[in-house]
């Protein structure tokens, strides 16, 4: 006789709760929300293995939602717990909680912030439109809504027609004749230095406001038509945190110059405009390390700069030598045309989320290609910012470098209020 047999107890349990497994990955796997690309401007720890190119997602048209994440601290480092006002009360700064991470901090007013006015140019200049990129956003569905082609929409943002689009980063949607929003000169090759002037001859205004803020202040700011750098503690020396990624950038186009490549921006994009540190590790691995970098800023006239073999984000700067940086950028220097478009494609798309600072300063409408960084030291905050902008039709290189701020609020309030000043003593010229 067969005999029937039941199901154990033990087999229909583990049944349920494969199906309640399920359930839960499904529901974990519904739209995700844009986050700010993080940045701390360190290497990543001994227990984050160091990304390779093949590591990162493969190119799609799809935009997908960054997801850099704050890297482990420098070892011994003792980090200082930021301030934070209380957006309902508006009493003085508390402290936030123990794990409150700088995108977080970003999401809260700061209590010494305030509403900057902004100053219209004198004659209004038809400037770009900007787009940010939502979640399921492909290039050729943006140029069909906005009229340009892809090719052009790609050249604009320094991107590869197929490549991937990130949420929340920015575009810019190029008008006829511009690329940039920025006008840039003729390509220009073995630029001599500058000649030199305190920062005080341009703008006073602004060096009585960086003598006025706590922390230690440096910058710099270029004026191509007189070429002249007028500095502000332009030769002290401060940790680099994540504007070192221009350096990086500057490197990997100058090695395509030589190889007669066209610019692949798989890496070069997340680290610029969502400041993706596991790009940039894996793009200074690329380029030949910090030795290469050094030899490529030497190669340019820099030589206040030096790329950290420990962690990239300790690598040491001056405003001078940044803003110089920029400047042999902006000439196009040991650059095509194509290859020093990407470069301001991809300082002109930083994300909406990382446009604090000097952006916010600026007269509204003002084109700015950029780039940021921002790092807690255990001596307070390190917020900089390093551009090129247009302030009343002239163009201007600027770097603005910021030390042992109390908060990260308080630095970014250091950047955007000098951004101010100098806009409007610069149009009262």
Known sequence: MRVRRGRAPGTLLGIFILLLILVVSVGRCGPGTAIEGRDNGALPSATTPNLVPAALPSPTAVALIPTSEPQAPTSGSTMPTPAVADPTSGSAPTSPPAKLTPTEVATVPSATATTAPTKQPATAQPTTENYTVRQGDTLWGISREKGVSVQDLARANGLDPDGQLVVGQRLRI?????????????????????????????????VRYLESRQGRTGAAVYDPDADVLYVYNG????????????????????????????????????????????????????????????????????????????????????????????????????????????AFGLLSGIVAEQRWGVPVGLPRGAPVAFKGGWLPTDQGWLVHQIGVTELDGKTYVFAFLTGQAPTWDYGKVTLRESARILSTQVADK
Do not use: C, H
Not at 256 to 262: D, L, M
């Open 235 to 342: 030769g002290t020396a401060f940790e680099t945190a994540s504007v070192v990624k221009v350096p990086i950038m500057v490197t990997q186009l100058t090695r395509q110059q030589s190889a007669g490549a066209a610019a692949r921006p798989e890496l070069m994009s997340p680290m610029i405009t969502v400041s993706s540190n596991e790009a940039a590790t894996a793009l200074l691995a690329q380029v030949g390390g910090p030795q290469a970098v050094d030899n490529e800023l030497r190669a340019r006239g820099l030589k206040q700069t030096r790329i950290s073999s420990e962690a990239w984000g300790l690598s040491t700067t001056t405003a001078s030598d940044m803003s110089m940086l920029l400047r042999s950028i902006y000439y196009g220097e040991r650059l095509n045309e194509r290859l020093r478009s990407t």
């Open 174 to 206: 190029p008008q006829p004749g511009s690329r940039s929003g920025i006008q840039l000169p003729p390509i220009r090759n073995g630029l001599m230095p500058p000649a030199s002037r305190p920062l005080r001859e341009l703008a006073p205004a602004v």
